[in-house]
Each structure stands twice: as C-alpha cells, then as structure tokens.
C-alpha cells in the first residue's frame, strides 16, 4: 500500500516529474476522474486589485522536504509546495494537458522529430531580482542533465541532448531520441527554472541554502528542517497575483496528530486517511474531497517463489479476495477495483477488461487442482502502515476460507523498497504504483519486463517482445493496440491480485476557497483565497 | 577527587569508542545507502562505484571506521548523505529542541514530585496518601504516547486551550512535556515519598525535632536533603529513559528534535547523521551522568568520590 | 610455620561453621519473615487490589482459549467497528467490548493479548535477569578485569539510546515477537548487573565468604549458596519493575512501527491500531490502554508490598 500512505522519500512513484500524456487523453474520461475544485465556482473575493493578499493558510507534509532544490526531489510531497515557488516552461492544467503560455514558454513550435523552440515570456523577474530569460533556461537544463548533479529527476529528461539560446527570449530544445512526452515532461519537478547568478554565488552551499528564489507566485521566507517551510506571496509574480499572503507548510509525521490538528483548526489542508474520514464528517468548518488519481494499488505476486510460482494458485488467490467488500469496509468505499495495473487516466487502459471475480469455490477448486502440497503464504506488511495492516488481516483471513495458510511479516519501511527491488521479500507483496506518466508502457515495463527494477520475478518473453516493440513504435493507435495485447497477457498471468485505483482525501478547511487539488498532488494556491 | 574525574574520563572515552563502534557496525548492517541514493535514476554500475567512492563506502569497514574516528575526533562527522550539509551541525541544530523537551519533562516530573511526594510522606497512611499513591502509579502506568493523544483531543481539539502540534513559544511545549514527564514525575513521587519516611525515622531527625525544631525546619533542612540523593541518582538514570521518550514523542507532537533526524536517518541510511546523533546523546548521557556524582557531594557531605 | 598455618585453618574453621550458623539463622529470619508477610498482605488493601488485578491478568493469560468468547484472530470486516454493549444500538453482548477495524473481537484479543504481553515481559525480564546476575556475579566476585570489562559494557549500554538500538534491531532483521524479545534482553540486563555487583562487593569482603574461599569451596558453591541468597531481594524488586516497564516499552515499539506480526494480539499493538479511531471509535484504543494501566498499576502495587517485606529498611513502623 504505500502508494497510499506517501510515506517513502522514493515514492516509487517515479514521480516521473509527473509526465503525464496529457495530450493522448481523451477529455471524457478524465471528467469522469479528474477532481472538482474545492469550492463550486464561487466567486473568488478579489476585489478591484486593491487589497493585497492576505492571511495565512496551513497546510500538513507527511515528511520533511527532501531538499528544497527541485531537482535534488522526487517524493510527490514536495510538489504539495514547489508548483507554489518555482517557474515551468510548461504549465498543466487540471486535466494533465499542456497549456500554451501557461507557464514561462509563450508557445513552442516542433521544427521537427527532434528539435522544439520555445518563446519565452518576457519580463519575468525571479525573487531574488534577476532576470529570467534564455541563459536561464539553458543553464537550468545544464545543470539538471550533468551528472555531477546526481539528480534524481535527470533520468526522465536523458532525451534531451541540449538546449539553446537564439535570441534573449528563444530557446531550442534538442533531442537525442524522439520523446513523445518531452513537453508533459518540462512541467515536471525537474523542469524548474533557476537563476544562474544564485546558484553559481552560492556554489557548493546551493544544495543547503534556505531561500533558493523562483520565478513563482510565492516565495521562500523560512525554512526550519523537519518543522516548517513558510512561503508568502511574490509581489512581482508576472501572473495574477495570488490572494493568500503567507503558507504555511507544517511538517506532521503522525496520522492521528494530523487529523487532531485538522479538527482542531490548526492545519487548513491535510490528506486523511480512509479511517479519519468518520471524524470530518459532520463538521460545519471541514470537508473532505476524494480526489482520483492515477496511482493503482495491489498485491503483487512473486512468480519466482513457490508456491506463487504456480499460476493457479495465483489465480486462486485472485479469485479468493473479495476486493469490493475491502474496499468497502477499510477503505470506506474510496477505491475502484482495477482489472490490471492501469487507471483510467492511463493510455493503454482496457475498459473492456473486468477485475478478477470474487470466487471463492472457483479459488478453492483452482487451488485443488494447482496440486500444491502445501499452500503457505508469506504475506509482506510495512510496519507503520496502519490501513495496509488492516488490509492484510482482511486479506490474509479470506485466502485462508479457500484453504491457503497465511504468515503476515512485517518489515521495516526503509528496507522494504530494497528488499522489494532485490526481489528478497516474500509471496504477496503490497505495492502502490504512481503511474504518473500516465501512460501504460512506464507502468508495465518497470515491473513485467524481465530483470527490471521493479520486477521482482515476472517473467514472459512474449510480453518483453510486445513491449520493446511498442517503444519503437510512433503511430500511438498501433501502441494502444500491442498495450491491450499486452494487458490481455498479463491478465492471463495472474501477477498480481486486488487491484484498485486509489482515491485521495483532501480535507481543507472551509475557509480556504478556490484551491486546486489536481490529480498530481501539486497543489496550487495563486488562484485560493481565504476567509 | 581529581584522581576520581581523570578516571572517569578515561572510562568515557572507552565507552564513546565502544559506542561508536556498535553505531558505526550496525548502522552499515541497515543496508546500502547508495542503491537507496541513487534508486530513482537507474545508475550504473558505475554510477554506484562513483558514489561509494565519493562517500567513502568504498574501503573495507574497519579503514572507514579508522577513517571516521580520525575526523570525529575533530569534530568532523562527515556529510549527510540526505542534506549534504555536515552530519554534526544537523544535529546541534535540532538538540536544543530535544533538550528543551526533556528538561522541560524533568521540570514538570520535578514540580509535581516535590509537592506530592513530601504531601504523601508527612500524611503517611491517609486517603490523602492514598490518593497520591494512586495517581503517581497512573502516571507510570500510561504509555507516554496514549497520554499524549488524550491531552492533544482534551486541550487541543476539544477545549483548544493549546495548540495540537509543532513548536515555538511556551504553550506548544506544555503537552510534550506532561507526556514525557509523567512517568518520571510518578517514580519521583514514589521515591521522594519513601526516603523522606527513611530520613523521617532515623534517629538524627527524631534528635532535631526533641531539641524543639519546627517540623518545618525538619522537613527542609534535613529529611529533604537527605531524600535527594535517591532523587538524584534516578533523575541522572532516567535522563537516557527521557531522551529515548522524546524519540516517540516528538513524532506525536511534531517537535523537531533529534530523536525524529535519527529515527529518519536510520530509515534513509544516512550513515553519518545516524553516527553524530548516537555519539553525541551519548556524550550528553555521560556528562548528566558524571555531573549528578557530583552534585553528590555537594548535597551530601558524607559522600566522598573516589 | 606449619603449625600455624593449621592453627589458622582451624581457626578458619571454626569461623567457618559460625557463619554458615548465621546463614542458618538468617534463613529462618527469612521464613519468619515471609510468614509476617502474608499476615501484612490482609491489612494492606493495595496490595490486595495489586493481588486481585494480577490475579485476573495471569488467569485470563493461562485459560485464554476457554474463556475467550470469540477466537481473536476471527476477521469479519462486515462487522467492523462495533461499539461495546451497552452503546445502542449496534452494541451486543455477541461483542461484548466491540470490534477493532477489521471485525476481530476485542474482548478475546485483550484476553489473548494477556498471554503475548505477559508472556513476552515475563520471558524478556527473566532472560535479562539471568545474563545480567551472571555478569554482575562475574564482575562483582572476580573483580580486575573481568569487571572491567562488564563495567564498560555497563557504561556503553547505558550510554546508548535503547529506542534508536530497537530501530535498528528491526531495520536489520525485522519486527517481529522475537526480535522484540531480544531487543529487550539487551536494554534491561545492565539493572541486575549493577545491583548485583553492588551486593557482591560488600558480601565478599564478609568473613565467612573469605573463610570459605580460603578453605577451598568452589566459587560456584560459594556463590550459590551465600551470595545469591542475599541479593534474591533485590533481584525481586527490580524484577517486578521491570516486566512493568517492559509492557509500557513494547508498546511503543509498536508505536514506532517495530512491534510484533499483526496477527498477534498485544497489548501494545491493539492500543497502537487504535490510534486513527480515537475520535470515531474510542474503543479501540481505549481497552487495551486501561489493560496495560491496570496491570502495570497491579505490579507495582504487589512489588511495593514485596518491596515493604522484603527489605526491612524500608519498614518503617
């Protein structure tokens, strides 16, 4: 489950800089998912641009900042504020789509496969007063694809050969390989512009500095480690000006002091676990917004230990949980059973494909016939994940009703990423996938290709086929083709059981109107106000 | 006296060796920091051989512990892997936030102790005693992190006296420390309560009070006295108990401490701020512990060091 | 010089005989002193109350499976969160004190829950009191180097945060019933080590010991039979303390994550599970809070008593 609990500083998510294939999408299926505002559109209390912004807003981290150098992040965390202080070329709105001058690029234009120029706007001022202009962008470019750097984000953009000045306001983007999200890509985490003059003043002290300076409506004023980062509003931000005055980001690793903290007030934004829900509701002052996102959870099934290596006793076992009644009772129904490792949101995602059906005679009789003497399962559990402990006992008793034996070992969360990607843990493995690319090949290739990180013992040379084939592939209807095939495949295998795409529960404060909760965790506040 | 300090110190210098071995072995036992460093870029070989070397993984345990003794010694604890800022420094920066927490609960157990403890010995054998008695055994008896959830939904989310979390002026540490306190504050109770009954009935107190001395002065000057030495032997025990506390704590609370940097670090593998904070709480331990068997002698002249 | 040698071992002999004399009388004191004991116990209504607790907790931990009324581990995540009894209207007497959040009876897990948390406490103290007597034993009667060495070890162990020693214990192999165990083996034995030493030290240097060791007993012998008995007391009392303490320190290790498996009811862990449901389902966290408060409360209560009988010192009256 830990796509649920964001706990992991890796956040697996391959938070990818929050790709996204925006433009592949169809828009009605994203309006089925795609999250509402908090306030219906109620008209925000901007008055004739008087009044400057004001009041405060707090908002809960789970964990401390991995840095406040956005290429030194990847955690979904930090994209609760970092949306908030620094400037994208590109700029998504609610439904992943690339929007043309929403970000620092007026508008770009594909001179070909491999080359993209990008008009910039003019007249945006960084924090600190410099200038942003071309040298800026190539030099944040630079700086994020040199090794030396050792960023974490870099991987996502190693398509990117280089990019130019033309002009003070003009770049060209140089690819080494065709990308077809390259421009999803640049609103990502590691595509922040930063001011060179800054960064190189402060040399080797950059990665420690408290008050790196963005182009983005909010900028940084305190940050105290393990406590507190504290924004307030830029007041040359070239957009519209932002109406909250300062944010506060409070860092609160504890569940039950976060909700303690949202009930009483002191927190205006949280994310609330399934069970915290009971104690919002009826409140006058909080809501709840269940929020969809394309993360999918479920229990992987390591096909290279037995008795998992048996496909009907994984089929047995996915035949054996009932993952409507989990999702019912532990989840308090804020889940959709998925049929394989995709959400909607996903392209390549089959609706045509039904989840496995709860069954368990059909479990018991596929377990009989697997001829497996001795049906023992280890089940794996993070040990701090209260909801995933809670899914395992459920879990744990139904595949004991069609006869398996069931052993719940915890780990510890640190180790557990580790032991997973070393392939060391045991039979059922829960795991959250961000699939934040939304698109279907980084989901499938990371955790079915053979000998891939986050495949621990899947392994089908038909599927690896299907797979390299379709990377190679540039017509995207042919793609959608080879990843049905592909889903069907998987399907067939049975690798993994109780699927569902995961809702997240934003709880915010009535008093906090207008604020976006897309559906990549990174909030966005210049358009909020508070009363 | 002096023989008796340079000995000590001798003896702490071993056990900070000792204990920067333990830290230094097990802490390398967790598991690898470069494969968890450079996970999410899908590194080379190369890549992790490079990043070894850079953090100096690359050489066999005992020349890295060598290597790190060498810097400690300086003052040099290295760089956090997860901030890259020095390992010390991030643990100075959060320590007085620890220390405020337990001395804070040490207050609190103190104020609550005296009063109680020397109420419950003068009324020995009454309900008032009783009561006492009672109250001091809850106080040990609640798991600090229960205690701190019912005063964050009592005076946090109910009353809203306090605020729930987090740090800053006075109010936000009086729950923290009532709930790392109290435990304390119940033994201390209990031990203040029976030594002032042993002082209370030994013969120089019966002595003092035939020569006439007020029960007041009694009470002061010589059964108080004497019933710190116990006091003081458990408050220096229960430091280390105290800062261990402040580790469940301070998560409850959000209170930036060292207890979460080292819990978190121990979870990232960041091998230097792991290190720093272990020796560094050890060295604080020792220093309580060296200082309370001094305060000995100051309270009690009887007492000798040697 | 041979004549005196004898004359001294004869003398050594006689001395020898008067103290084992005195070990005599001073066992009988002990009797008689167990006997005043039990007569104290009637007048005192704490001790009583400590009595009855610990009574109820070690009878619910050794007839747990006959008189639990559901199987603890029992999931039913339809009949999940249900308020105890008298809490209208889904209250029952099916689910007497309600069920946690996946449907498991409460009452049975609290019951079962006596077994593992005692259990656990009993086994983790009476470990760390056999290494830490036999290396108090060492240290205190060899003395040189040996004690040196436990001593240091002492220091170090002191020294060392036990919650961060815990984290690391399950980082590297795991959260789990044993783990947890060994874990607090290794915080608790330093307590009998000193106080043993301590004991040691003034008994060695009495006569009949020395007497005994001259006359060429064996230090087994000697200790066993003149040097344990006299620190039993001592050994008593911390013990009492400590299997408090343990069921305090375990939960929170759960607290912290590194607990026992979630399918063993402890104490520890249901009040940790509990912990997202204190403000919609108080039960929860509630009944295994008051589970480790009132037995620890029995505890300490009982091991004041001991404490009372047993160390004549603190006998006021």
Partial sequence: MFGKSRFSRRDFLKTTAALGLGGAMSSSLLAACAPAGPAPAGAPAAEGGAAGPSGSVTI??????????????????????????????????????????????????????????????????????????????????????????????????TAIDRFEKVDDYTVRMTLNEVDPVIITKLAGYGGAIVPPQFVEEQGADYVSATDIPGTGPYQIVEYRKDDSLTLEAFDGYWGEAPKIKTLVYRIIPDEATRLAEFLAGGVDVVQLQPSQVAAVEGSEDLEVFPTGVPTVNG??????????????????????????????????????????????YSFGYDPELQPYAYD?????????????????????????????????????????????????????????????????????????????????????????????????????????????????????ERRKEILFQVNKLIYDQYPDAMLYQAQYLWGVNKRVKDLALPADERLWFASASVS | MWNYLIQRLFYSIFVLIGISLIVFITVRLTGDPVAMLLQDGNPSQEDLDEMRRLLDLDKPVPVQYVNFLAKAVTGDFGRSFRYSTPALGLVLERMPAT???????????????????IISAVSRGSPLDFGVRLVSLIGISMPNFWLGIILIIIFGVNLRWLPVSGSGGLKYLIMPAIALGSALAGTLTRLLRSSMLDVLSDDYIRTARAKGLSGRMVLTRHALRNALIPVLTILGLQFGLLLGGAVIIENVFAWPGVGRLVVTSIGLRDYPVVQASVILLAVILLTVNLLVDLLYTVVDPRVTLD | MASSTQANSAALRAELSASQAAEEASRARSRRRWRRALHSLRRDPSAIFGLIILSIVVFAALFAPWISPHDPGLVDPLKRLLPP?????????????????????????????????????????????????????????????????????????????????????????????????????????????????????????????????VNGCRDVRIIRSHILPNVFSSILVIFTLQVAFVLILESGLSFLGLGVEPTIPTWGSMLNEGRNYIMTAWWLETFPGLAIMFTVLGINLLGDWIRDVLDPQLRID
């Avoid at chain 3, 007597?133 to 170090?156: E, H, S």
């Fill in chain 1, 60 to 157: 809960a981290l789970h964990f401390d900042l991995q840095s406040l150098d956005p290429i030194k992040t990847f955690a979904l965390n930090n994209g609760r504020w970092q949306k908030n202080v620094f400037g994208y070329l590109i700029k998504r709105d609610e439904e992943m789509n690339p929007v043309p001058g929403g970000g620092l690029a007026l508008s770009w234009e594909q001179e070909d496969d491999l080359n993209v120029v990008f008009k910039l706007r003019e007249g945006v001022k960084f924090h600190n007063g410099e200038d942003f202009n071309a040298d800026a962008v190539v030099y944040s470019f630079e700086r994020l694809l040199d090794e030396a750097n050792a960023s974490p984000q870099r991987f996502n953009y």
């Fill in chain 1, 299 to 344: 229990l992987r099934l390591d096909a290279s230990k037995p008795p998992t290596d048996n496909v009907k006793v994984r089929a047995a076992i996915c035949h054996a949980i009932d993952t409507q009644t989990v999702i019912d009772t532990i989840l308090q129904g804020y889940a959709v059973p998925m049929a394989v490792w995709q959400s909607p």
């Fill in chain 1, 360 to 476: 368990p005679d059909l479990a018991k009789q596929l377990l009989a016939e697997s001829g497996v003497a001795d049906p023992t399962l280890v089940y794996n559990v993070i040990g701090d994940d209260a909801t995933a402990k809670e899914i395992a006992n459920t879990v744990a008793a139904m595949l004991e009703a069609v006869g398996f034996t069931v052993t719940i070992a915890q780990k510890e969360r640190a180790t557990y990423f580790d032991d997973y990607r070393a392939g060391t843990l045991d039979n059922i493995v829960p795991f959250g996938w961000g699939g934040w690319t939304l698109d279907a090949d980084n989901t499938y290739y990371s955790m079915y290709y053979t000998g891939e990180s986050y495949n621990p013992g899947f392994s089908d040379p038909e599927i690896d086929a299907l797979l390299d084939e379709q990377r190679s592939t540039l017509d995207q």
């Fill in chain 2, 99 to 117: 220390l405020k927490l337990t001395l804070a609960a040490m207050s609190v157990a103190v104020l609550i102790a005296f009063p109680l403890g």
């Fill in chain 3, 85 to 213: 009894f008298w809490s209208e209207p889904q209250g029952s007497m099916e689910h007497i004190l309600g069920t946690d959040a996946v449907g498991r009876d409460i009452l049975s897990r609290i019951i079962y829950g006596a077994r593992i948390s005692l259990g656990v406490s009993l086994i983790s103290v009476f470990l760390s009191s056999v290494v830490g007597i036999t290396l108090g034993l060492i240290a205190g009667y060899y003395g040189r180097w040996p004690d040196a060495i436990i001593m240091r070890l002492v220091d170090i162990q002191l020294a060392y945060p036990l919650i961060l020693f815990a984290i690391t214990v399950a980082a590297i192999f795991g959260a789990s019933l044993r783990n947890l165990i060994v874990v607090l083996v290794i915080a608790n034995w330093v307590t009998y080590t000193r106080v043993v030493r301590g004991e040691v030290l003034v008994r060695r240097q009495t006569q009949y010991v020395e007497a005994a060791r």
